[in-house]
């Protein structure tokens, strides 16, 4: 049915339902029995009523509804368009037809009104009632679905199993819920009973033969999932979940509502969202360089800044591959951005400069260095080649040729470093700081924790080697870690350029630290499997330069806030600028090379306190310092 007719149809309906209303309150007002004068000065109304009526029907836009989804705000269209019509028509009545008085008595408006939005109401709401309640909510066949989360959540859910129960898989239907509120024990929520607390799955799912679980609670923590995941754990259903509205609006999922649960549901904090389209107009008609653009944050960044128009964007990187494969991917996506491809090595200053000379970027994200901690405790030189010579490279760059903001890339290793890739981003840390002090270009650095998904990283791994059917592999039982998904990171750098006004150290409150062997027990249950029984868990010992526990700040940092509540700002720390001139002498004279020892005493040039446990439970440089809601343990906010 096109739109025309559609909406003929709705005129015809409403011109039936009000003449049919005027009638009927005659007849209810007169117990059935009305006096044909009645009847023919409701003959003389009807009309011109009815005009009136679906003139107003249509200026209240009843016709550009959809009604299979009508709900309360329909209802209250209905309402005020009836009113609004009845006021129109009693005054036509009143003054113009029946000269002073009215035709009828008062009491047939009262009741017309009230027939009138009782009758469209209802043509209007059979649709959907229609849509949601042709087919039985109950079945003898098709998989039994167990819903967890009785609000708002719950109940869009439940709907959608009702109103579209032949789309969703394979002939699936809700049975209940699951809630733990206790005044919503013993309720129905769209006629399906809330069964009991989280605690009573495991005797639902047996007693029901439920098949699958949704969870459908996107605002709550993520510590809740994974005891929710833990409960659900063994009982032999299929494990679903309904994402927050956030994934829908950024594109992160499509408008399925219902996926598999991943590992970011279950990091146990709230994901940090910034106003990007308010943050980020510094980057739009502007030339951008992302270094390390090949990688995973490099990458993630170039397709975020593309999205806000840059007039050209520089992808610069080490490896021809990756740099080949983004700029293949950003071409597709964005066809009008304009992409520079540029196989250059940071710490090649020539190159570098010469870049900077032709393209003068206004903007400079250094995502470029090597993370890899173990890899760069064997490797030590180019850990502080690449870190601390390519940043210096860099921002010279950025500075000779006065780009007007220059964001580095840095790790929440760099806080109390006793790793060598630590060290050498703490460093890198100190060299931009150095920078803001004599430059007009505006430098800074954002730190962050791990990334899941990200190249080296510990999912990736553990999911090789579930796949592989085990071991997983954890170096301790205590090891914990703070983790962010990649567009978060990118988000945080992107609000960092545009807060940056000169050396600051920009720090996420990242909620509270995973367990990386709770994070492993959690992926291989999420994966189908049963942990120790199916797939073991192996402990390995901490590996050179690794901690236990990661922190956000030194202890003689703190920090500021920001315009973001979740966004702070170490307070700088005094350094030796001399020692740091120093070090970066010696380590840039032709032919350096370093071993670990060689590597650590000229870290200990800028850092006196850093020193690498190898093989040993981790000695902390330093006060343990972390994030809470409004004190940082011994920083008051």
Not at 82 to 95: D, E, K, N, Q
Not at 188 to 201: E, K, N, S
Not at 389 to 405: C, N, P
Request: charged share 20%.
């Amino acid at each position: 049915m096109n739109r025309i007719t559609r909406t003929l149809a709705l005129i015809t309906v409403d011109a039936v339902a009000v003449n049919a209303a005027l009638f009927l309150a005659l007849w209810l007002r007169f117990d059935g029995v009305i006096k044909p004068a009645y009847i023919n000065d409701a003959l003389r109304i009807a009309p011109f009523a009815t005009c009136i009526y679906i003139a107003s029907f249509y200026f209240f836009r009843l016709y550009n509804r959809l009604w299979q989804y009508a709900s309360i705000n329909e209802l209250l269209a209905i309402v005020t368009a009836t009113l609004a019509g009845s006021m129109a028509g009693v005054s036509l009545a009143y003054f113009r037809m029946a000269a002073g008085t009215f035709p009828l008595p008062r009491s047939i408006f009262v009741l017309w009104t009230i027939l009138i939005i009782a009758l469209v109401g209802l043509s209007r709401l059979s649709w959907r009632l229609f849509r949601e309640y042709r087919f039985p909510v109950a079945r003898n066949g098709g998989r039994a679905v167990l819903i967890v989360g009785a609000g708002d959540a719950g109940a869009m859910v439940a709907r959608e199993f009702r109103s579209r129960s032949n789309d969703y898989g394979s002939e699936a239907h809700p049975v209940g819920f699951v809630d733990d509120d206790p005044h919503k024990q013993g309720r129905t929520l769209y006629g399906l009973p809330v069964l009991g607390t989280r605690d009573d799955i495991p005797r639902l799912v047996e007693e029901l033969s439920v098949e699958e679980i949704v969870i459908a609670m996107p605002s709550v923590r993520g510590r809740v999932i994974r005891e929710i995941v833990e409960i659900c754990h063994g009982t032999g259903a299929a494990l679903r979940i309904l994402p927050g509205i956030y994934d829908l609006l950024d594109g992160t999922v499509k408008v399925d509502p219902i996926r598999e649960v991943r590992i970011e549901d279950i990091l146990g904090r709230e994901p940090v969202r910034v106003d990007l389209a308010a943050m980020a107009g510094y980057l739009a008609g502007e030339t951008v360089l992302v270094t390390g653009a090949g990688g995973s944050i490099g990458s993630e960044l170039c397709r975020q800044v593309a999205g806000f128009g840059p007039a050209l964007l520089i992808l610069l990187g080490h490896g021809e591959n990756s740099i080949y494969e983004i700029h293949q991917e950003l071409s597709r996506n964005f066809p009008d951005i304009k992409l520079v491809q540029a196989v250059v090595d940071v710490k090649d200053e020539a190159a570098v400069d010469q870049l900077f000379r032709k393209y003068k970027p206004a903007v400079v994200f250094h995502a470029a260095a090597h993370k890899h901690v173990p890899l760069m405790e064997m490797n030590p030189a180019e850990a502080i080649k690449n870190n601390v010579l390519g940043t210096r490279v860099v921002a010279r760059a950025a500075d000779k040729h006065r780009s007007k903001v220059f964001v580095l890339i840095s790790t929440d290793k760099a806080v109390n470093p006793t790793s060598i890739m630590g060290a050498s981003k703490r460093v890198a840390e100190m060299v931009v700081q150095e920078m803001a002090r004599r430059s007009k270009t505006r430098f800074a650095a954002v730190r962050f924790g791990n990334v899941l998904g990200s190249r080296g990283s510990v999912v990736p791994l553990f999911q090789r080697q579930i796949a592989a059917g085990g071991p997983v592999t954890v170096t301790h039982p205590e090891m914990t870690r703070y983790f962010m998904t990649i567009p978060e990171a990118v988000q945080l750098v992107i609000q960092a350029g545009a807060l940056v006004r000169g050396g600051e150290i920009f720090v996420l409150d990242m909620g509270e630290p995973v367990k990386i062997v709770d994070l492993a027990r959690s992926m291989i249950i999420l994966s189908g499997y049963e942990p120790e029984r199916d797939i073991e868990i192996v402990f390995t010992g901490i590996r050179p330069g690794e901690k236990l526990y990661e922190e956000i700040l030194t202890a003689g940092e703190g920090v500021n806030a920001t315009s973001h509540e979740r966004i702070f700002i170490a307070r700088p720390e005094e350094f030796d600028a001399a020692g740091l001139e120093r070090f970066l002498w010696l380590v840039s004279q032709p032919g350096w090379r370093a071993d670990m020892a060689g590597g650590e005493e000229l870290l200990r040039l800028v850092l006196p306190g850093f020193r690498v446990e190898k093989g040993q439970e981790l000695v902390q440089v330093g006060e343990v310092v972390s994030f809470g809601k409004e004190v940082i343990r011994g920083h008051a906010l």
